[in-house]
Nanobody
């Protein structure tokens, strides 16, 4: 009954910006770390950015200074502001959340289905 849904992906020219959003919904008891990952065909999924419940952030070197992760705990939403986009940023971007569902006895990593980001040169 818990799901993560990404939005905001699309086609943008190099140097442009996009803002991704991910909403976690369902019978959620608590969420700890949330993050964004990306994947291109033939390559492993890689970390883009994470943010803890307390607001501590971590970024991949390739996006540091260009991307900003943030969250709204009241809305169970995490955002990824992407500026100065490059063709190399083209990928499917996935939302991740480490959360505990109501009634569940364990913490579990949930994933969204992804949103395509394409940067043209």
């Amino acid at each position: 009954q818990v799901q993560l849904v990404e939005s905001g992906g699309g086609l943008v020219q190099a140097g442009g910006s996009l803002r991704l959003s991910c909403l976690a919904s369902g019978r959620i008891f608590s969420i700890t770390t949330m993050g964004w990952y990306r994947q291109v065909p033939g390559k492993q999924r890689e970390l883009v950015a994470t943010i803890t419940g307390g607001g501590s952030t971590n970024y991949a070197d390739s996006v540091k200074g260009r991307f900003t992760i943030s969250r709204d705990n009241a809305k169970n939403t995490v955002y990824l502001q992407m500026n100065s986009l490059k063709p190399e940023d083209t990928a499917v971007y996935y939302c991740n959340a480490d959360l505990k569902a109501m009634g569940a006895g364990i913490w579990y990593d949930y994933w969204g289905r992804g949103t395509q980001v394409t940067v043209s040169s």
